[in-house]
């Protein structure tokens, strides 16, 4: 008996049909044994197939928009503090680097400009002066500390001022870190001293 490709292929499908739990069965056991050439097939498969597979995915996302919109909505709220907690652990990862460091501090100085909103009125000269004349000795402690571990501190804190404050070059001086933490102020912070904002 010759079959027709439409025979065959309707009785592929019933074949499968029938036999289904086996032939999963089957292809599961065939996977767990075979593993690691269906995994070399696989990838062939997928490398043979990139275009193609990535045109499927194209129209796939475009035509199911809505419905990804809806699981990625429920999943973030299932899974809230999950994606916290890794939020945070990837934060920390990566506010170690040289870039996170330099983002954390432009982002923390830009915040804490903006919620104040004092003005800083000095030269670049008038400050270098300043710092110059410090030797790099923390004024508060007077312990040497080095220019470069000096932080800038407010006389009045930032934390209190009202927004539109001035502070001139006789407004501020440099403390060490400890010093300027033992401030209490959140404002004072590790302001380093490479972060002000001067208007000339
Ligand atoms: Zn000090």
Redesign the pocket.
Known sequence: MVLSKEEKKAYGKKYYQVNKEELKEYSKKYREEHKEEVKVKLKKWREEHKEENKKYYKKYNQEHQEEIKEYGKKYRQEHQEELKEREKIIRKIYFKTEKGKQLQRRTTHTRRAKINQVIHIWTQEQYNDKLESCHGI??????W?GKNKLTLDHYYPMSKAKAGRTYSIEDIGF??R??NSKKGSEIQKSLKITEVIHYE
């Open positions: 923390c004024k508060a402690c007077n312990e500390v403390v060490c400890s010093c």
